[in-house]
């Protein structure tokens, strides 16, 4: 008979029932296959009722995104054998409500997101016949940015979410980055407006657990940081030099 491994899924429907609990299901052990590949199997054969969101299977799209013992992962990049002999808890990701079984509400998180403006904002159009060209270093300073995929795995490990729900976030302010760092940008102004209140920045302690986490390497711990100084060099200049700091 095949290696099997038990998997402990989170099972909860809000409408019908009084709490969450674990339902074990036992799955073949295979060398290629990853927790979605189980998850997928029980789906199939096991429990068709079972509620969980994926999409690509490549680490693309970050909609797998959930907590394998203790741990915000893409279950479509974390391979099972890696947690034998067993047992393998699936839970949905922490810090957010549950719709059903191991599926979020991201709803808060891109409300959020939206507050940072995490697109191209430009004072003027250029000119139709004129390019807005960038240069190899220029392109490198935004980059590791940019790869954010919104899995929200980095929310699920922030221990300041947990304590303060409306902070906007380590993704949002990574993304914010993104943009701030783009020289075709010109909306760093109106992003340091949104994140220089209450629950923006200055709410992280700079644990780092997002950028542990992180499947990219974005790093969103760094890019906090980051935005810090930036903010707080723009706030001195502003004081000392309120005539020669840029308007952006």
């Avoid at 099972?11 to 290629?32: A, C, H, I, M």
């Avoid at 998180?109 to 390019?131: A, D, G, N, Q, S």
């Avoid at 760094?222 to 200049?237: L, N």
Wanted: glycine share 6%.
């Amino acid at each position: 008979m095949s290696e099997r491994i038990s998997l402990e899924v989170f099972r909860y429907n809000p409408e019908s029932d009084t709490g969450p609990e674990f339902q074990q299901y036992e799955v073949p052990l295979r060398k290629d296959w990853v927790i979605l590949d189980a998850l997928n199997h029980i789906k199939d054969q096991l429990d068709g009722t079972l509620s969980y969101r994926w999409s690509c299977r490549m680490g693309v799209c970050g909609s797998c995104g959930m907590m394998v013992n203790g741990k915000p992962v893409l279950t479509c990049a974390t391979f099972l054998e890696k947690f034998m002999p067993g047992p393998v808890r699936v839970e949905p990701l922490e810090n957010f409500p549950v719709i059903r079984d191991l599926v979020i509400d991201m709803s808060d998180f891109l409300e959020k997101l939206k507050t940072v403006k995490p697109w191209i904002i430009r004072e003027e159009e250029p000119e139709p016949e004129r390019e807005l060209l960038q240069t190899p270093s220029q392109l490198a300073d935004y980059t590791q940015y940019s790869m954010c995929i919104n899995c929200m795995l980095c929310y699920a490990a922030c221990p300041i979410i947990g304590l303060e729900p409306d902070f906007v976030g380590p993704a949002a302010i990574a993304l914010a980055q993104r943009y701030n760092l783009d020289n075709r940008d010109q909306g760093n102004k109106e992003r340091r407006e949104a994140l220089n209140q209450e629950h923006g920045m200055w709410q992280c302690t700079f644990v780092g657990d997002c950028s542990v986490v992180c499947p990219k390497n974005v790093d969103p711990a760094g890019a906090i940081q980051r935005y810090k100084v930036d903010t707080a060099s723009h706030w001195w200049k502003n004081l000392l030099l309120p005539w020669g700091t840029d308007k952006h």
